[in-house]
């Protein structure tokens, strides 16, 4: 014991035996006198020495600071508070009793007296910080709370299939450190085991919910009582919305003019209009893929890119159909067998119209639809009447079972 230690002690027994009200200075100088072994837990939670320290944990939540879906970790910012009974810091004084309720000690007193060691099983980085510790000594009980403000980054596996409308739940584990449940036990507070500020989000996520439970971890060297906090984070889709879903939906819809382009007059303007949407789509999506968290799997963003970059690329093919198409005339109708021109010169309807099998006539009006002509009457001037129709409506079926299935 120092010799200034020694002198504080005495003084505040002679304070005390006077009938003085005993000052915080005077607890607090009695307390650090005592030499408690930081390293010898508590003789238990009932004073008998043979149960274990039971220590009450709850936790808040001040704010999430990253979630990185590439490293599959969670960085946020915690206030934790743990509560047990060290029945060698009960203060008996003199009557009568003046002497303060409770005490605070700063993050010295952590060299001092024992305080419970949290493992945090899941961690990747820890920070505590210092300036934001203290120990409360209600020197009447021996109970003791404790307080550490923690910015921790742990991991947190994620399910990527439904990327970007999916829900990852991030657990935060906080396990006893080298001490079995024989020894201590962790407990969540049965009023508030934990908390959230209000507005706690991140810009790519928003906190659902989060619940708590027990996690105890059964080992080789005993079982060890350990705390699970679940935070359930929603992830948000706008970001995408806007730079991927939008863009090639727009994509696509560019390369659908060439549908109504002539199939024959403006076929270097159909070429252009499909590769510029092509090349335009392939580099939106590699460059977004840059970006994007790898997975061996599909995910769903990969079904809707590969989707459109289909449907462009069908738009070049029905292009190529056309162009070698437009070669050849349509096969004229059987039903419509042109005349001969009439030898006096003089135009004869009824010479020009044809006649079916069964002898009915058909105008030349009728046979006309059939004719090779310049204006784009051709079969490559059908198909492309077939896929102005065909390819939105399948478009369109496949947008509302991609938001079903996935959204």
Request: hydrophobic letters at 40%; glycine letters at 6%; aromatic letters at 10%.
């Amino acid at each position: 014991m120092s010799k200034l230690t020694g002198l504080l002690l005495i003084i505040g027994v002679i304070g005390l035996s006077s009938g003085l009200p005993a000052s915080t200075k005077q607890v607090k100088a009695t307390l650090f006198a005592r030499n408690i072994d930081p390293t010898e837990l508590p003789t238990g939670s009932n004073g008998t020495g043979k149960s274990p320290v039971h220590v009450v944990l709850n936790v808040q939540v001040k704010t999430l600071l990253a979630a990185d879906s590439k490293s599959r970790s969670l960085k946020l910012q915690m206030l934790v508070k743990m509560r047990w009974t060290d029945r060698r810091l009960v203060y008996t004084p003199f009557p009568p009793d003046t002497s303060p309720d409770n005490v605070t000690l700063d993050s010295s007193a952590l060299e001092k007296f024992w305080v419970p060691m949290i493992y945090y099983v899941n961690g990747l980085e820890k920070e505590t910080d210092k300036a934001n510790q203290f120990i409360r000594v209600f020197v009447k009980t021996g109970e003791v709370e404790y307080s550490s403000l923690v910015t921790i980054t742990t991991s947190c596996p994620m399910n990527l299939r439904y990327f970007p409308h999916d829900t990852q739940t991030c657990l935060v584990q906080l396990s006893s450190y080298g001490n079995s449940v024989s020894d201590m036990v962790f407990e969540w507070n049965k009023k508030s085991a934990a908390s959230v500020l209000p507005n706690v989000a991140l810009p790519d996520y928003s906190l659902q919910d989060y619940t708590t439970r027990n996690c105890d971890a059964v080992t080789n060297t005993g079982v060890y009582s350990c705390l699970q906090l679940e935070l359930k984070l929603k992830r948000e889709g706008g970001f995408y919305c806007m730079h991927v879903y939008i863009p090639c939906t727009m994509l696509i819809l560019v390369s659908w003019l060439s549908y109504f382009l002539h199939p024959t007059k403006s076929a270097t303007a159909r070429l252009i209009v499909v590769i510029a949407a092509l090349a335009l789509a392939v580099v939106g999506i590699s460059n977004f893929n840059l970006q994007a968290p790898r997975t061996g799997y599909t995910k769903s963003i990969d079904v809707w890119t590969g989707i459109s970059l289909t449907f462009i690329l069908i738009a070049l093919v029905e292009f190529v159909a056309v162009n070698y198409m437009n070669q050849y005339p349509c096969p004229r109708s059987k039903y419509c067998k042109k005349q001969p021109p009439p030898s006096d010169g003089v135009d004869n309807a009824e010479q020009q119209t044809p006649l079916n099998p069964n002898g009915e006539g058909k105008s030349p009006q009728q046979c006309k639809m059939f004719e090779d002509s310049e204006d784009g009457n051709t079969c490559g001037a059908k198909l492309d009447v077939i896929f102005r129709i065909s390819i939105p409506g399948l478009f369109l079926v496949f947008a509302i079972l991609y938001w079903i299935l996935f959204v």
